[in-house]
């Protein structure tokens, strides 16, 4: 059974704290994403990796970095965060094969940022 | 921009009846996604429907591809509460990532 899991479903951090969000998939996938998710605004990709130690920016890296030591795990990392970061994290992996790829999501991390 | 634009924004209907919602994308594609998330949940992948496909059927869903337009629509019929969700699509170009747009909030009343 396909599974992404998430280290936190919900935190709490103060502006200036630096926080860790886990994501750790056990499908062997090589691709995996953070997104963010606020209201009327969807969804967005913070970073990508399409390999281990391998990372791309997204559409909103600014104020964020991330790790790839492990292909089952994909840390992202709020260096001092900010307020503007509160919002809903998703972490998803990707099986590809072929011209077909499938997205399976974390359940998320509702972090709160006072 | 490789993501996805669904249209519209939120759809409100009775139990039993059909939701439509479209989606608009601008580039080249290998496939589109449908995806749904209920509240305070994670994506769930719905149904994939190839460049080479005009119409996919699964279960009560179906949904519809145009190329030459650019678009796809996805329906969903005899509706029910549990459907309550908000749906994106994700047009898949091949390059291994997909991007979400904001999605249709669908509404089901019972």
């Known amino acids: 059974d396909v599974k992404v899991t998430q280290s936190s479903r919900y935190l709490v951090k103060r502006t200036g704290e630096k926080v860790f969000l886990e994501c750790v998939q056990d499908m062997d996938h090589e691709n995996m994403f953070w997104y963010r998710q606020d209201p009327g605004l969807g969804l967005r990709l913070i970073y990508f990796s399409y390999d281990v130690k391998m990372k791309e920016k997204g559409d909103i890296p600014e104020g964020y970095s991330v790790s790839r030591e492990k292909k089952e795990r994909f840390s992202l990392i709020l260096e001092s965060a900010s307020t503007n970061q509160t919002s809903m994290y998703l972490c998803a992996s990707t099986f590809f094969s072929g011209d077909q790829e499938t997205q399976y999501f974390g359940p998320g991390t509702r972090l709160l940022v006072l | ?110």
């Open chain 2, 1 to 110: 921009s490789q993501q996805g634009e669904e249209d519209p924004q939120a759809l409100s209907i009775q139990e039993g009846e059909n939701a439509t919602m479209n989606c608009s994308y601008k580039t080249s594609i290998n496939n589109l996604q449908w995806y749904r998330q209920n509240s305070g949940r994670g994506l769930v992948h719905l149904i994939l429907i190839r460049s080479n496909e005009r119409e996919k059927h699964s279960g009560r869903l179906r949904v519809t591809l145009d190329t030459s337009k650019k678009s796809s629509s996805l329906l969903i019929t005899a509706s029910r509460a549990a459907d309550t969700a908000s749906y994106f699509c994700a047009p898949g170009t091949g390059a291994n990532n997909l991007f979400f747009g904001t999605g249709t909030r669908l509404t089901v009343i019972p």
